[in-house]
């Protein structure tokens, strides 16, 4: 993912409410690369729940989530 896919993500977490920065950010990135890698491709829930993940379980290796 480069940058300014990082800074879109960024920003769509941002506008719904779930501002993240630095790893919990690169794992979140990890996680919607897993999916294909385009943020824009999952919807607003999903989307939600992989930042709930990449925030809750930093010790785990980044898995797919369907």
Known sequence: MT??????????LDRLGMRMEGEKL????AIVR???????AIGDMALMSICVE????????TLKVV
Request: zero cysteines; aromatic letters at 4%; hydrophobic letters at 20%.
């Open 3 to 12: 940058e300014q896919e990082r800074d879109k993500l960024s920003a769509r």
């Open 26 to 29: 690169s794992r979140a990135a």
């Open 34 to 40: 897993a999916h294909g890698g385009d943020s824009d």
């Open 54 to 61: 990449a925030y809750r379980h930093p010790e785990k290796e």
